[in-house]
């Protein structure tokens, strides 16, 4: 079932980034998961995808526990069932969905390990559409150039998050993607923000009348806020290379505002 995150993958060498937090390592197909056994959710997840032979793989998998980790290490079904808590997918089920039919079945049918989920809310909108519609991008971008990339996506595990059936439900996620142009590194950072839409204090709630908020983030930021050590990520940010002043995270309002 496993061979991992791969840090040459790009041909310029990329390590899985690290989070300050202790972590156990689990390797899947083409992806691998940093679990946070004592928030019982993945701190870093990292995935390698390649444009040029990516597969349009039918929808198959179900959601299961790792038998790797304890039970009680992972946020399993308990946490999404009866509520407007939607289970979901970190690596996405299509990422590493690429080379032959059955080693892309094999890869896109590990991502329904709950190792590889987060709590996100239900009732998705316009924003939410803009986060699926920046993950969408990255993807095509990747089968249009022929081009390799590295993701990395995890929820921000802050102290502050609301608590609810065991868990704390975290209320902001990041993403990081990472390519070659020519013999350098180039990467994009992202942050997603659910704050306004989860309320825990009876139970949960869930507001569809609130947003999604998506920005697109200085890496440095990212990884200062989410307790991460990127290596090589931060200084090979588009977003600040390319002179935009001040560099700061900027709401996206639609993929047209991406700075690659």
């Given at each position: 079932m496993s061979d991992g995150y791969d840090s040459d993958f790009l041909g310029i060498p990329l390590p899985l980034p690290a989070?300050?937090?202790?972590?156990t390592r689990l390797d899947y197909p083409r992806f691998s998961v940093l679990l946070d056994e004592e928030?019982?959710?993945?701190?870093?997840?990292?995935?390698v995808i390649d444009g040029a032979s990516l597969r349009d793989q039918p929808r198959t998998g179900e959601w299961r526990l790792d038998p790797r980790v304890d039970d009680d290490?992972?946020?399993g079904p308990e946490v999404y069932s009866r509520n407007d808590l939607d289970r979901g997918h970190l690596v996405r089920r299509r990422d590493p969905g690429w080379?032959?039919?059955s080693e892309a079945?094999?890869?896109t049918e590990a991502t329904f390990f709950y190792t590889n989920a987060a709590p996100q809310a239900a009732g998705f909108n316009q924003s939410k559409d803009l986060w699926r519609g920046l993950e969408d991008h990255v993807l095509a971008y990747a089968e249009t150039t022929d081009q390799r990339i590295a993701v990395f996506t995890a929820p921000v595990l802050d102290e502050a998050d609301p608590p609810y059936r065991g868990i704390r439900v975290p209320l902001r996620f990041w993403k990081i993607a990472a390519w070659r142009e020519g013999d350098a590194l180039a990467a994009a950072g992202f942050v997603l923000d659910q704050t306004d839409l989860v309320d825990t204090r009876q139970g949960l709630t869930v507001s569809r009348l609130g947003a999604f908020r998506t920005f697109q983030s200085p890496i440095a930021d990212i990884a200062a806020e989410a307790g991460l050590d990127v290596g090589p990520l931060a200084?090979?940010?588009?977003f600040v290379r390319r002179g935009l002043r001040p560099v700061v995270a900027r709401e996206l309002q639609g993929v047209d505002d991406i700075v690659l």
């Open positions: 989070h300050e937090r202790p972590t928030r019982r959710f993945a701190a870093v997840t990292g995935v290490a992972q946020a080379g032959s039919a079945r094999d890869a200084a090979a940010d588009t």
